[in-house]
């Protein structure tokens, strides 16, 4: 099994429409985790953090679930400018332990 | 601030040449690391350092030498290209990774290899 696991898509959802991305990852020893947004041919950037407690920031809400080993992205009111390749992240606190899933891609379309 | 600058920004190289990939930070940022993205594969880690002086084997390092002899420069060697390293190449810094921050990542190197 792959330490972290995401569905590629696409998922393609009109404008205004509400998505959400699950990523499942393994090692319960796993610290702490990340969304990265990726637009085609350009390099990651740090999206949000992911807390235990679900954080949201404007339109995206992170939620973390230990128990069944797994973290949600929800984007609401999606606009065209979401479209890019969504990246979930763990980090196991050391140095080298920053693992990426290959990336769920959304299309937002009109 | 420049952030992290990355060159090339294209290459294509023969089987069995060689060439280093530059990456520079201007951020003060100890840990600095590259990483290959590859389709269906995810962001695979070669190497990194977490300072000056100190450098360590990622998951995939074979086929690709570092070293950091200031905490600016992190450059990539590849030292007989091969096809399986037709990729793109990222470099990343962070301040500190094991304290979550986040990484900054330069714009990329498409690496072809003939």
């Known amino acids: 099994r792959k330490e972290v696991e995401q569905d590629p898509g696409p998922f393609n959802v009109p404008e205004g429409a509400t998505v959400a991305f699950n990523c499942t990852y393994s090692?319960?020893?796993?610290?702490?985790f990340f969304w990265y947004r990726q637009d085609c041919r350009k390099e990651p950037k740090l999206l949000m953090s992911?807390?235990?407690s679900g954080n949201e920031d404007g339109r995206f809400t992170a939620q973390l679930n230990r128990a069944s080993q797994y973290i949600s992205l929800l984007i609401r009111d999606s606009k065209l400018s979401d479209s890019a390749t969504y990246l979930c992240?763990?980090?196991?606190?050391?140095?080298?332990?920053?693992?990426f899933g290959t990336g769920t891609r959304l299309q937002v379309t009109l | 601030n420049a952030g992290v600058t990355q060159t090339p920004k294209f290459q294509v190289l023969k089987t069995g040449q060689s060439m280093t990939l530059q990456c520079a930070q201007d951020?003060?940022?100890?840990?600095m690391s590259w990483y290959r993205q590859d389709p269906g594969m995810g962001l695979r880690l070669i190497h990194y350092?977490?300072?000056?002086?100190?450098?360590d084997q990622g998951e995939v390092p074979n086929g690709y030498n570092v070293s950091r002899s200031t905490t600016e420069d992190f450059p990539l060697r590849l030292l007989s290209a091969a096809p399986s390293q037709t990729s793109v190449y990222f470099c990343?810094?962070?301040?500190?990774?094991?304290?979550?921050?986040?990484?900054?990542f330069g714009s990329g190197t498409q690496l072809s290899v003939l």
């Open positions: 992911v807390y235990s």
């Open positions: 090692n319960s020893a796993s610290q702490s």
């Open positions: 951020m003060n940022h100890e840990y």
């Open positions: 990343a810094s962070s301040y500190d990774i094991s304290v979550n921050e986040k990484l900054f």
């Open positions: 350092s977490v300072g000056a002086g100190i450098t």
């Open positions: 992240v763990k980090n196991t606190g050391t140095a080298s332990k920053l693992t």
